[in-house]
C-alpha cells in the first residue's frame, strides 16, 4: 500500500481534507487488519497468474488465453511439456510474473519464452546471476525471461517488456515419476494450489492472491496424453475427469471428454496391471554422454501380514483450519471414522485436532472399546472447518505424548498440507519421532503433496492421497493393510563384481504392502543385473535382470532430482548452507535442472522497448480448487480487529455526512 503526502501552502487546509483523512484512516485500519495476525493466504496462486501494475499500483486488466499440457509416459517416467500462453491486452509495454505449481518430484529440464515470432530458449544459470542479468535485460529494453524456484513444487517465471497487443508462451520441460501402489499406477498433474496458511512470525511470503470471487470465469487448460505402460493393462481411467482413451494393452491416447477443462482441480490418471500377487521388479536405463543411469522399481505383493506382534498406539491428528473448509473437511471427517473403524480391541488411541489452535480428545491416549470410541465419533462428526493452521503445536503434542514400549505408536496425519513453514516441521519430526511411525493422509482437490510426502518420508512411513469422497473406504482400507508390518525389511541392493554406483536415496526404506521401492543410481558401466535381497520375516532376494536395447528418457535428471533432494533434506535438517550450495550447484548445473540455487534466464539480444517507454506489470487472479470455499480462517482476535473496523468506518462515514448536510444547511 502506498500513502500519498499532500503538498499544501503554509496555514491553508486542503479542499476535502476531512474525506481524504477518512480513507487514508481507513487504509490504515485496513492494512492493521491484514497484517496483525497469522492468517490463511495462497502463498502463490497455482494456475497461473500474471502480474501487471501501472505507476500508482493500479492493476491493468490482461488475458489468460490458453494452458496445453502434453504429457508422454513411457513405463515408469512422465514427460511433461505445459505451454500457457498470455496476451498484453493493454496500450503500454508490461512485465509480467507467471506463478505455477508441479509435481514435488519434478524435475524441471528446460523453458522457453516465445513473444510473436521469437523463440528464446532459456539457460541454466546460478540463481544470482541469472537473476542479475534478467533486471539488467529488463533495464535496457531487452525481452526477457526468468524461471526461478520458490519451493520444490512451486515456482514463477518473470517476463520483461512485452509490447502493446502482443502474445506471450511461456513453455516448461519437466519429467516425474509415476506414482505405483501394488498393480495400480497413478499420475497426478497439478493444476491449482490450495492456499497456504503463514503462521505468525514465519517468513512473509507475500505475493498475489486467489480471487475470493467465486463468479469469475475460471481459468481453462488443454490436457493430452500419451501412455505406452511397457506391458498390458486395462484400460485408463480418473478421478478427476471424464476421459477419451484411444488404444489397446499398453498403448494409449488420452485426453478429457470435455476438452477444454477448468483448472480448479489437479488432472488424475490411473491405470492398472494384472498381476499374480508375487512381488515384481524392473529395471530401466539411460545412458547420456557417456554416463549411465537406472531406475529400479520394486513393488511387494499386495497382501497383508499374518500376524502381528505388538498392539498398536495410534494418534490422528486432524487438520480443521480454514483452507479445509468445503469438500475437504467432509472428506477429513469420513477419512477419520473410516480409521477408527479398523481400531482393534487392545489398541490405543488418541485424535488431536487444530486450527489456529490444537485440542486433544483425550488426556493420553485411550483404549480402543467401544464407550472411547463412541466418544471419538460424536467428536469427530461435530468438526468444523475455521481459522489458521498451527500445525506444529499439535504436532507436537503429539510426537511428545508419553509413549509405552509394549505399543507400536502409529501418526496418523489428515490434512491438505497448506503450510508455508515445511522445514520447520520436517525438523521437529526428525527430532522427536523416536520409534513412531507418521503417516500422512491428503485431503483436497489439490493438496501440498511435497509437504506430506517429505513428511512421511522423515516419519519412516507413507503418503496417501484421497482425492474425492467416494475413494475414501477403500483408501483407508489399504492405508490400514500396510499398517498391520512391513512385508520386506532391511532392503539390500547388490551390484555385480566390479560395478560401482552413486544410489538415491542413500538409506533404503522397509517396504509396506503394495508400495513401491523407486531407487535411482549413477553406474560406472551398465550391468547385466541387480540384486535385492531382504527379510520377509525369512530371507529374501530378487535378481532384475537389464532389459535389451530399450533407453527410457528423464532417468539420469531423475538421479540427480533425487541427489538434490536429498541435498535439500540436509539444508531443512540444519546442514550449513554453506556446505550444501555449492555441491547442490553443482549438480543443477551439470543436469540443466531448476533448483533452489539455479534459474533459467532467456533474453533477446535486440532491444524491444525504447527507454523513454514506462514499463507496467499486471494480474489474472487464478482458480480456487474445486469444492474449497474462501476460507473462514479468522481467530477470535481478527474478528474483533475487523468488526472495530467496520464501527470505525461507519462512525466516520457518519461524521462525513451530518458535516455536509450542516455546511450545505
Known sequence: MTIRLLATRPGAAPRNALPRALLCLAALLLSATAHALPRDTPEEPGSGVFLMFDDDGQEMPATLLSTDVDIRISGPVAQVTLVQSFQNEGALFSEGRYVFPLPEQAAVTGMTLTVGERRIVGEIQPKQEAKRRYQQAKRDGHRAGLVEQRHSNLFTSSVANIAPGERVEVTLHYSQTVDVQGNDFRLRVPMTLTPRYQ????????????????????????????????????????????????????????HPSDGLVPMDRDFLLHWRIANAGQSRGSLFVETVNGEHYALVMLTPPSQPSATRALPRETLFIIDTSGSMSGASIRQARASLLEALAHLRPGDRFNVIEFNSVHHA????????????????????????ASGGTEMLPALHTALTMPADAEYLRQVMFITDGAVTNEDGIFSLIHRRLGSARLFTVGIGSSPNSHFMRKAAQFGRGTFTYIGNLQEVSKAMN??????????????????????EAEVW????PDLYASEPLLLTLK????????????????????????????????????????????????????????????????VALEHSLMSRYTSFVAIERTPSRPLDEPLI?????????????????????????????VLALTGLLLILVFRRRRHRG
Open 199 to 254: 503462521p505468525e512470525g514465519g517468513e512473509n511470503l507475500s505475493g498475489p492472491f486467489h480471487s475470493p470471487d467465486s463468479s469469475a470465469a475460471p481459468n481453462m487448460a488443454r490436457l493430452r496424453v500419451e501412455l505406452d505402460a511397457g506391458q498390458s493393462i486395462l484400460p485408463p481411467d480418473s478421478g478427476s475427469h471424464d476421459l477419451n482413451v484411444d488404444g489397446a494393452r499398453g498403448l494409449y491416447r488420452i
Open 361 to 384: 480428545l483425550f488426556e493420553a491416549p485411550s483404549p480402543a472399546d467401544e464407550v472411547h470410541l463412541q466418544q471419538a465419533r460424536r467428536f469427530v462428526a461435530g468438526l468444523e
Open 478 to 499: 489399504d492405508l490400514f493393510v500396510k499398517l498391520e508390518n512391513p512385508v520386506i525389511r532391511d532392503v539390500q541392493l547388490t551390484l555385480p563384481p566390479g560395478v
Open 505 to 508: 536415496p542413500r538409506r533404503i
Open 523 to 586: 553406474l560406472n558401466r551398465v550391468p547385466e543385473y541387480l540384486t535385492l535381497t531382504g527379510l520377509t520375516p525369512a530371507p529374501w532376494e530378487q535378481t532384475l535382470p537389464l532389459p535389451e536395447g530399450r533407453q527410457h528418457p528423464g532417468i539420469a535428471r531423475l538421479w540427480a532430482r533425487n541427489k538434490i533432494e536429498a541435498l535439500n533434506d540436509r539444508l531443512a535438517l540444519g546442514e550449513p548452507e554453506e556446505v550444501i550450495r555449492p555441491l547442490l550447484t553443482d
Open 617 to 645: 506489470r499486471e494480474d489474472i487472479a487464478n482458480t480456487l480448487p474445486d469444492g474449497l470455499a474462501w476460507p473462514a480462517t479468522a481467530t477470535g482476535v481478527d474478528r474483533l480487529w475487523r468488526q472495530a473496523v
